[in-house]
Structures are given as structure tokens and as C-alpha cells.
């Protein structure tokens, strides 16, 4: 259980076009997901909180009107890299948290096998 | 703000031996504590984590120890094998939910 799908693995894109990135749980349901960004040799940075119905939340430096985020369901959250640039080429990340507590709330974080984005 | 330190960036072991890594938070609030190891490439993977009202905690060659009142904790391997060679990132996280993860440390253990 608790698995994370990521849509496309790998893209290429011209710079100046725009890239969509899916995010979904697969056998359990997720009010939040995480979108990260992670440079080759370097640690995962937040970008944002993902909230299904709401707006994401988003982490000081990260351009909203750049990185958009849809959460329209309780299983698929979406990251749309608009008018790409080749210093938006980076290894892209989402996580999960299953929305069921158990007497408590839950904290772990289920990832994504990434989305290799490179922009020419 | 937020941040998490991490200790050594690389650590180079040889095979049979321990390894230590460890970091230290500023978020006060803090109360999860998980340890990620992730292969070139691949998605972290949880392999233990703590929360805050425990001390200790030991899965086989694996233990995470915590010091709420020093804000630090620390990832121990022992029987180190060379298939545990890879990233070893921390996190810790509190009551905004997000993760904040350390800068990672290659770990490589050599045969």
C-alpha cells in the first residue's frame, strides 16, 4: 500500500513552452502533497503545499504564478512549470499523506518516483 | 526560519563498520524526526524516524536517537554493508506538516 505515481518520468521541453507534472496516490487518499525540486548532488527544497480544494501554499522564493498547482481531487495534484527556462531543469519530487489518522494524525510522507525536467 | 544542519556531507566507511550521521534543527516545534536514503536517481525512502516523545528507536542495524533539548538527533548503521552506500538525507517536521529536509550525506561503504 501507500504508493505514489508520477506522470511524465522524464520531459524535454523547449524553453518558453509550458510542462505539466501529475502526482497521484494510488491506494489511498491525500488532502496534502508536497511539490519538491531537487539540483543534481543537493538536498529536496519544498516548493509548495498542495491542498485538495484550496489553494497551494507556497514555500518564500517560489514564484506562484510560475509553479501552478491544482489539487482537484483526493488523489491527483498537478505542477504546471509555465514558460520554462533552462534553469527550471531539475528533478521534481512529489509527496503524499494518507488522509486516514488512527487515533492520531499521521506525519509520513509517501514519495513519488520523481519527474526528470530538462529544458532546451 | 526553518533549517536542519547535517554532519558529515560525506562519510566513507569500510564494510563491517558503523556509521553516524547527524543533524540539528532550529524549529522548536518540531516533533517528527524520519531519516530518507535515496539512490542516484530514485525516490527517498523512509527507512526510520522518531517523534518527539521518544528517545530512541532501533529497527535491526538501524537506530535514530533524538535530543529535544539540544535540537539535534543522529542516524546509526551498524554491520555497515556495501548496499547501504547511498544519500542519507533528515528531516523533521511539526505542526505545519511540511518536511525540511538536511543537506544529505554520501555515505559509502567500501568492501
Redesign the interface.
Known amino acids: 500500500g501507500a504508493v505514489v505515481s508520477q506522470h511524465p518520468s522524464r520531459v524535454i521541453c523547449k524553453s518558453g513552452t509550458s510542462v505539466k507534472i501529475e502526482c497521484r496516490s494510488l491506494d489511498f487518499q491525500a488532502t ?1 502533497m ?1 511539490w519538491y525540486r531537487q539540483f543534481p548532488k ?5 516548493m509548495a ?1 498542495s491542498n485538495e480544494g484550496s489553494k497551494a501554499t507556497y514555500e ?1 522564493g517560489v514564484e506562484k504564478d510560475k509553479f501552478l498547482i491544482n489539487h482537484a481531487s483526493l488523489t491527483l495534484s498537478t505542477l504546471t512549470v509555465t514558460s520554462a527556462h533552462p534553469e527550471d531543469s531539475s ?1 521534481y ?1 512529489c ?1 503524499a ?1 494518507d488522509s486516514r489518522t488512527s487515533g492520531g494524525f499521521t ?3 509517501y ?4 519527474t ?1 525536467l530538462t529544458v532546451t | 526560519g526553518e533549517n536542519v544542519e547535517q554532519h558529515p556531507s560525506t562519510l566513507s566507511v569500510q564494510e563491517g563498520d558503523s556509521a553516524v550521521i547527524k543533524c540539528t534543527y532550529s524549529d522548536s516545534a518540531s516533533n517528527y524526526f524520519p531519516w530518507y536514503k535515496q539512490e542516484l536517481g530514485k525516490r527517498p525512502q523512509l527507512i526510520i524516524d522518531i517523534r518527539s516523545n521518544v528517545g530512541e528507536k532501533k529497527d535491526q542495524r538501524i537506530a535514530v536517537t533524538l535530543n529535544k533539548t539540544a535540537k539535534h538527533f543522529s542516524l546509526h548503521i551498524t554491520e555497515t554493508q556495501p548496499e547501504d552506500s547511498a544519500v542519507y538525507f533528515c528531516a523533521n517536521g511539526g505542526a505545519t506538516n511540511k518536511l525540511i529536509f538536511g543537506t544529505g550525506t554520501l555515505l559509502a561503504v567500501q568492501p
Do not use: A, C, D, H
Open positions: 496534502t508536497f543537493k538536498s529536496l527544497m519544498l503545499t518564500q528533478f519530487i509527496s499523506r506525519y509520513e510522507q514519495f513519488g518516483p520523481g526528470r
